[in-house]
């Protein structure tokens, strides 16, 4: 039997692409970045909507953990389908259309030579697929179309190849409730009949990028779209030149990545082209001027990429290879103008945390404002090889979410992804290759395995939610360039930032803290009348800090607690002095970041990260959002073995509930680690006890022997010749996997 090819979804927001060359992502962010502008271009997208905090929901952070990564307790489920079954079609179209139904159209059977115009539906809460009896204007057999839903209810297919190798430029819409084809009368420019193009809708519009067309498959690198209000199609512009690749919008803007080049390469670039505000895309909903086109540049070959001579298109007799890099391209150099407004590009060159696209199966899908790329098995990649990662949009940043061995299982091949509405749940679709174990014949050229992957439980808040977070997205993209650039006021307010009045710092206010640890002699407060509503402030008799010296103005702007007590003329406005119960060092990072704005790593103010755990507190006790969100985000970031019990600590007590669990899981990955660090024994009796319950019931440590032997069982799938050296570990119901020395220094990442 030969073997199954890779196959793209035409899921407008999903591509699958095969035998990639490798990249990978530098350091710091513009590292190794080749990046292309048009009349103007923005290093970080970001959205502008309102800011809407929401208790214990936070993005995941981009930058990577330190320490061990630790296991991610959650394992999706394979479940059978059952039902009519379709064959593992080659570029039809698999579509989540809302209500736990997925809808499969078209397609071509490589082992028939028959394209197909059947639909077919999954129910995902019985598994069972049913053949759809249609009606209408049903469009002809196609293969390599894009099928986009519509108002929820419609199903918008356009293009393709038919069983004549014709390329097609129709418009079909499938009414999902009565299962009835309609075919709206079209007015416009006609574009150039494609398939294997991406499709996005984004108000009221069909967006039609790139694809292949013509008897010498040419790729096209057109941008168009159709005017689902008006049936019109507007003048068709350069773009980039790409095909079986992904598209989507996030932050108004129109986003591609992977896909296939015109020298044939897998593509390592990401583009964007901004929509809003541009009237010659028909989106005029941001305010402002409109620049002038933009001069669109090529990219050229990555040196030392790896290479294929194209070759000619094997004939229908043969294996049909849609995916694959033998098809003959040939570029089409059309003069048209350049897409209008602002156009930019990224290629990935080196760095640990970008996924490695040498080989396998690949899906891309858009959630949450990231893009996740899914490598799945195939016959040359084994799960051990494969992962999940995500590059985040706002900070263009790779993560990796998880191992391959904690998503797949060995035995399956996943032919087409698709991913609900929200951006919550994904679901592969494929086949089980242990024929003889299955319950029914040719179960390996059918699609019914379907993998579910609850997305939520990689730390990704949802399309829905993750729009009301957009100020969250714009806050943390600027807190990961680094400490901010301080000008003009802004410094000058920072160099005299605790500096006596005699210095001429023109400070009128002195704030002082409890003493870290008996670092300094410490002084008394004179006794002040406690004040009923704050008591907390006023320690007497308590041993201090030394006094920080801060502006009152600079407080009364920028801490809104401040502001009340000054103006209900508390103790603390007569005496122009005040005491929080807090470590010294916590609140002059605090009163730095009144200052800064931030808490990136400053060397002095904001470099240990149990000042940020503090800080935490602080921000929780006094209702400050921004601040919990900045704090919560670097300790998830910066989560290691010295201070994970800490900030678990502090997370339980500020009711943190995700950092929490993902404290958790960093200590249950390493248990025997933190259980001799000074922050774990420093935990009250009662948090002890909390920590150790997390522990399953049936978790156990595994070390010595037994652990050598778990490392032996998979020493044939590593496959890297090293040595390893057992580590102390705790099992749920499961051993996990040792980490050699190497994988340390790479720096793994907390899943």
């Known amino acids: 039997m030969a073997p199954q090819q890779p196959m793209t979804s035409s899921n407008p927001h999903v591509a699958a692409t095969s035998d990639f060359s490798q990249f990978q992502e530098s350091g710091p962010l513009w590292d190794g970045l080749t990046t292309l502008t048009g009349s103007h271009s923005r290093s970080n997208p970001i959205l502008s909507s309102a800011f809407k905090p929401a208790q214990n929901t936070y993005l995941m952070p981009t930058s990577p953990a330190k320490g061990h990564r630790a296991a991610n307790d959650y394992r999706p489920t394979i479940k059978k389908a059952v039902g009519n079954t379709p064959a593992c079609l080659v570029n039809a179209s698999v579509t989540y259309c809302g209500n736990d139904q997925i809808y499969a159209f078209g397609g071509f059977d490589q082992y028939t030579d028959e394209v197909y115009n059947h639909v077919l539906r999954l129910n995902l809460n019985t598994l069972r697929w049913d053949l759809v009896d249609n009606y209408g204007d049903i469009p002809g057999v196609r293969m390599g179309h894009t099928a986009s839903v519509y108002q929820g209810d419609k199903l918008i297919v356009f293009g393709g190849e038919n069983e004549h190798r014709e390329y097609l430029s129709d418009i079909v819409i499938l009414d999902i409730p009565t299962s009835t084809w309609t075919q709206p009368d079209i007015r416009g420019p006609i574009p150039r009949g494609r398939a294997r193009h991406a499709a996005v809708i984004y108000e009221d519009k069909l967006f039609i ?285 920072l160099a005299v930032f605790d500096q006596p009045p005699e210095t001429g710092s023109g400070t009128d206010f002195i704030v002082t803290a409890d003493c870290d640890d008996q670092e300094f002699p410490g002084e008394m407060l004179e006794p002040t009348s406690p004040s009923p509503s704050q008591p907390a402030f006023l320690a007497p008799n308590a041993a201090t800090s030394p006094p920080i010296h801060v502006h009152k103005i600079i407080l009364q702007a920028r801490w809104p607690h401040f502001k009340r007590l000054y103006a209900a003329q508390m103790a603390e406005y007569h005496t122009k002095r005040m005491h929080i119960p807090e470590p010294y060092s916590v609140v002059r990072a605090f009163l730095y970041y009144l200052y800064a ?126 040595t390893k050296r057992p580590r102390l570990a705790i099992s749920n119901n499961a051993v996990m996997d040792d980490l050699d020395e190497g994988e340390e220094d790479d720096g793994m990442e907390l899943s």
């Open 597 to 722: 704005d931030s808490i990136s790593g400053h060397p002095q103010f904001c470099s240990d990260l149990i000042d940020v755990a503090g800080m935490l507190v602080m921000a929780n006790l006094y209702d400050m959002p921004k601040l919990r969100l900045l704090c919560v985000n670097r300790l998830s970031r910066e989560l290691d073995i010295e201070n994970a019990a800490i900030i678990w600590e502090r997370a339980r007590r500020t009711n943190e509930t995700w950092l929490r669990r993902r404290a958790e899981q960093f200590c249950l990955g390493n248990w025997g680690r933190i259980v001799r660090t000074l922050g774990f024994k420093s935990l009250t009796r009662q948090s002890l006890i909390e920590l150790c319950e997390v522990v399953d019931m049936e978790g156990r440590v595994v070390a010595g022997p037994e652990l050598e032997m778990v490392g032996a069982l998979n020493s044939e799938s590593v496959g890297l010749g090293k």
């Open 209 to 493: 990028i790139g694809g292949v067309t013509g008897e010498n498959n040419v790729i096209l690198d057109d941008l168009c779209y159709l005017d689902l209000k008006s049936w019109t199609w507007s003048r068709t512009w350069s773009f980039t030149a790409r095909f079986d690749h992904t598209a989507w919008v996030w932050g108004g803007r129109l986003w591609i990545f992977g896909g296939l080049d015109p020298d044939m390469e897998r593509s390592t670039d990401l583009w964007w082209l901004d929509l809003k505000g541009n009237p010659s895309l028909g989106i005029t909903s941001a305010q402002g001027t409109v620049e002038s086109p933009a001069t669109l540049n090529r990219m050229t070959h990555s040196p030392g990429t790896p290479f294929s001579p194209p070759q000619q298109l094997p004939t229908r007799s043969g294996s049909y290879a849609p995916n694959s890099g033998s098809v003959q391209i040939r570029s089409l150099n059309r003069r048209k103008p350049t897409a209008p407004g602002a156009i930019s590009s990224l290629r990935f060159h080196s760095g640990p945390h970008v996924p490695a696209l040498l080989s396998g199966t690949h899906f891309h899908v858009y959630s949450s404002g990231v893009l996740l790329d899914l490598i799945t098995p195939s016959e040359t990649v084994r799960p051990y090889e494969c992962n999940l990662s995500s590059l985040e949009l706002d900070s263009l940043r790779w993560q990796r979410l998880a191992d391959g061995q904690e998503v797949f299982k060995p035995g399956y091949r996943w032919h087409y992804c698709t991913i609900n509405e929200n951006g919550t749940k994904a679901w592969l679709l494929g086949s089980a290759l242990d024929v003889a174990n299955a319950p029914g014949p040719g179960d390996e050229n059918h699609l019914c395995e379907i993998l579910c992957i609850d997305l939520e439980k990689y730390g990704l808040l949802g399309n829905d939610l993750i729009s009301e977070l957009s100020e969250q997205n714009r806050i943390l993209a600027s807190e990961r360039q680094g400490s901010p650039q301080h000008t003009s006021l802004g410094a000058d307010l």
